[in-house]
């Protein structure tokens, strides 16, 4: 699957990228061209027609994809992560009702979770899902949610019984075009557009029972592991945009002249970029390491995720500054890909809990609290 998304990469992500960031849009014919290729049903048991990866292999994937764009690789992985979700949460009647038309790309997935008054706090959410006979009445907004642009199937965590904190928390699978559902526009944000970011509203939607994913009492722990998840993740694509910065970097230097040497003879240039290299295998042992932890159910999970993601994304952006500045001025210019990458490096210091979030949970593991 490496392979693969690394085809993908070159040929259908790289060429187009830039144009998806000018044209501030989600690419939904390419999400269709990658379900095409298996990349839309990574952690789907290959019984149930997906490729039956664990966390590694798929961070890896990711990875190869943010390579050339980490917005659409972002994009993928939340459509992933649910997908896999239904395949091995999901009772029987959402894996037949929902998983062939998530693995062949054409409904798009979205997890809902943070709100507008909510943001790192996500226990404290106020959108509701009120019993009503053996039905439910969805009301409020979600923000910052990836694919909203696009999504057909939204995995939406709302609150059952309010004042009852996490424990209140269910998750529901909610499709797009159900009465009361409001999409709202897209985000204009620095960079990553090809993400869809954007939010929704619900207004009195009614959930049939069935629509319930994951009950009170267990959703509010399936959307932490889905974060941890996503943490990991979100690392490896900041070793995938950090590895193409230093290539970038290092074959300017090699064919770039000045005061008649290149300018890879330079050694303040070349100490620069082994600082960078050094950081970008330091990233990648961490992820390595996360990854496996997930993978093998080891109970450091968590600290280690939050450590990965928290340094991933604090190198990948001193890192990819110090490329950009290694190419003087072309280093700003839009037709390479370091920019992008730069903007994509700074959303991903907020994704699935900021660096502050992965301090705190950094902290109780030394403290014990």
């Known amino acids: 699957m490496i392979a693969t998304a690394r085809t993908f990469a070159r040929e259908r992500i790289d060429p187009e990228a830039a144009g998806w960031e000018r044209d501030r849009r989600l690419p939904r014919e390419v999400i269709t061209a990658a379900a095409a290729e298996g990349l839309c049903g990574l952690l789907v048991p290959a019984e149930l027609g997906g490729a039956g990866l664990g966390i590694a292999d798929m961070a890896e994937v990711m990875g190869t994809l943010a390579y050339a ?11 992933n992560n649910l997908a896999g979700a239904i395949a091995k949460k999901g009772s029987g009647h959402h894996r037949s009702q929902h ?24 226990a404290a959410i106020t959108t509701s899902a009120i ?6 009445i969805l009301n409020g907004e979600k923000a910052w949610v990836t694919n909203a642009a696009e999504a057909g199937l939204l995995s939406v965590y709302a609150q059952t019984e309010p004042g009852s904190g996490s424990q209140g928390i269910a998750a529901f699978l909610v499709r797009a075009d159900q009465p009361g559902v409001l999409r709202e526009d897209a985000y204009e944000m620095l960079g990553a557009h090809a993400t869809g970011t954007g939010g929704f509203r619900f207004d009195h939607v009614d959930l049939g029972a069935d629509q319930l994913f994951v009950p009170p009492g267990l959703a509010f722990r399936a959307a932490m592991e889905a974060i941890d998840i996503a943490r990991i993740v979100v690392s490896a694509m900041c070793a995938g945009m950090l590895r193409r910065g230093l290539e970038t970097a290092v074959d300017y230097l090699k064919n770039r002249q000045a005061f ?11 100490w620069m970029l082994a600082d960078v290299a050094t950081d970008l295998e330091a990233s990648i042992a961490l992820t390595r390491a996360a990854s496996a932890a997930l993978d093998e159910g080891d109970p450091t999970m968590g600290v280690r995720a939050a450590h990965a993601k928290k340094f991933a994304t604090r190198v990948t952006m001193d890192g990819l500054s110090q490329c950009m500045q290694a190419l003087g001025a072309n280093g700003f210019r ?18 699935d809990g900021t660096t502050e979030i992965q301090n705190v949970v950094i902290a109780r593991s030394l403290f014990g609290s």
């Open 69 to 79: 764009d980490m917005g659409l690789a972002f994009s993928l992985v939340s459509h």
């Open 99 to 122: 998983l062939d038309a998530m693995l062949d790309g054409s409904t798009l997935g979205a997890f809902l979770l943070t709100e507008p008054g909510t943001g790192s706090d996500a």
């Open 131 to 136: 019993a009503n006979g053996d039905r439910w």
């Open 260 to 270: 008649g040497a290149p300018l890879s003879e330079r050694q303040g240039l070349q």
């Open 334 to 351: 839009q037709d390479r890909p370091l920019a992008r990458h730069l903007a994509g490096a700074k959303m991903a210091q907020y994704l």
